[in-house]
């Protein structure tokens, strides 16, 4: 599973396609789903664009709460996102938010 903020096409291009997650892949067997996940108010229309960048499914979590970016909404969504889907590997690209939010929602996992 990877992690990617909407903001422009670019920067979902630039994060989830150095995620190296085919290569993480196949290296666990291939047996695992690479699964995107778009944090955002009205971010479902990136998904198509994510599918192009290799995901094999996306999951976009919608909510007035995460239109700007803030640590803790942003972890609860992926804690309860990893706690339901149970991801072998969770891959953040290393953007500010990303560096922010990372730590917290692994604690909370306890990881």
């Known amino acids: 599973m990877g992690i990617c903020r909407a903001r422009k096409r670019r920067s979902l291009r630039d994060h989830f396609r150095t995620a190296k997650s085919h290569d993480l892949k ?3 067997g291939g047996k695992d789903e690479i699964t995107a996940v778009v944090l955002g108010d009205n971010v479902a229309h990136f998904a198509d664009t994510l599918y192009a960048y290799g995901a094999e499914k996306v999951i976009a979590a919608e909510s007035d709460n995460l ?5 803790r909404p942003y972890a609860t969504v992926l804690t309860d996102l990893c706690n339901k889907y149970l991801p072998s590997i969770f891959l953040f690209p290393a ?4 560096r922010d939010v990372a730590p917290r929602a692994m604690c909370e996992l306890l990881t």
């Open 95 to 98: 953007s500010p938010q990303c």
């Open 67 to 71: 239109k700007e970016y803030s640590a």
């Open 26 to 28: 196949a290296k666990l």
